[in-house]
């Protein structure tokens, strides 16, 4: 078992929350094809997810052996199914005229693309062409196994069978997968089970099994809910260190130093400035509040502390400036 959170590339347009840099964040199990190796993947991501405060995520779970089943009875061609499988994984975003197209286009018979596509309209169709092939008993029983399993882990209620999931990548040998939530028009993650891909690099067959997390789009979702806790999503320091012409910088740095090891967010202004310029600038970035210390201040060992929300000003002893600054509740627990 391995996770791992890391930039990845691809050759991509961007897009809301879809960026050709992005952190990607994987858990992968080799060497095993047990059912447990999915439920277990889709135990964790449920976890992860509840604990960030997603609700109303799904992972929509399907088989490839499920697809080739069905490719298979609608008469369609060994050798077009993975590049059929491309034009059907854009299903839920072009819709079913243009995916019935591009699939003609890439060489699929229009009367099969028809029969292909009339299946994921239909329950009752898509089970009676599933069932007629042999691959298709296999995936649905291996199908119903994880789902069951599911109910016993944190991926309750949450794991869900979509038979028109796809997923284009032609890698994909057994279950696949794909973290789905209302107001994004793609998916938060997705991944299944890979079993020939380390076969292809090392010459050794092993069983192998992931799903990987997009950590742009999470965040994006993230932040148009509003999920993130207020001492986050504020953005703004606690304190910010202002710095005077012809004062000694190494006085500020020395605060500066002081406010951070008591857990203040402590940002020191860059350089010496008018204090209404500094007082700006911390206002746009939402710092809570302002340090001053002029010649005045230091002489008596105190520091002016300058509420940026109230515009309430107060002279402290310098012992005691860290302890005026309240801290979110929530990181005083952390």
């Known amino acids: 078992k ?25 858990v992968d199990a080799i060497g ?10 889709l135990a964790a991501v449920s976890d992860v997810l509840q604990r960030l405060g997603f609700n109303d995520f799904v992972i929509q779970l399907n088989h490839r052996e499920l697809l080739t089943a069905l490719l298979t009875t609608a008469g369609i061609d060994a050798a077009l199914h993975a590049t059929a ?18 699939m003609v286009t890439r060489g699929v018979l229009p009367e099969s693309a028809r029969a292909c596509l009339d299946a994921f309209e239909d329950k009752d169709t898509f089970d009676r062409r599933v069932l007629q092939h042999p691959l298709g008993s296999g995936a649905s029983a291996n199908l119903a196994e ?14 869900k069978l979509t038979p028109r999931l796809a997923r284009g990548l032609s890698y994909y040998t057994g279950s696949i997968m794909e973290v789905t939530v209302p107001d994004l028009a793609g998916s938060l993650g997705g991944g299944g089970r890979y079993d020939g891909l380390i076969g292809m690099f090392s010459g050794e067959q092993l069983a192998a099994c992931g799903l990987s997390l997009g950590l742009e789009r999470i965040l ?20 910010m260190v202002s710095l005077f012409e012809g004062e000694p910088v190494e006085e500020a740095l020395k605060l500066a130093s002081e406010l951070r090891a008591a857990g203040l967010r402590t940002e020191l202004y860059p350089e010496p400035d008018k204090l209404g310029k ?19 201040e230091r002489a008596r060992d105190e520091v002016t502390l300058k509420n940026m929300q109230t515009g309430e000003q107060t002279t402290v002893s310098r012992a005691e400036v860290a302890s005026r600054i309240p ?3 929530s990181r005083d627990s952390s």
């Open 2 to 26: 391995r996770y791992q959170i890391q930039p990845v590339w691809r050759a991509d347009r961007p897009a809301r929350g879809r960026f050709r840099e992005f952190y990607q964040c994987d």
């Open 32 to 41: 095993s094809d047990s059912p447990v190796v999915e439920v277990e993947i």
């Open 85 to 102: 499988l491309v034009a059907i994984d854009k299903l839920d975003r072009a819709g079913r005229d243009a995916v019935q197209a591009d």
């Open 146 to 159: 994880i789902l069951r399993l599911a109910e016993s882990t944190p991926g309750r209620g949450r794991v």
């Open 220 to 239: 994006v979702v993230m932040t148009e809910r509003n999920m993130f806790p207020a001492h986050v999503a504020g953005g703004g320091a606690d304190v």
């Open 278 to 296: 500094q007082l700006k600038y911390a206002a746009a970035r939402g710092v809570k509040f302002v340090t001053v210390v002029g010649a005045d």
């Open 327 to 329: 801290r979110p509740a």
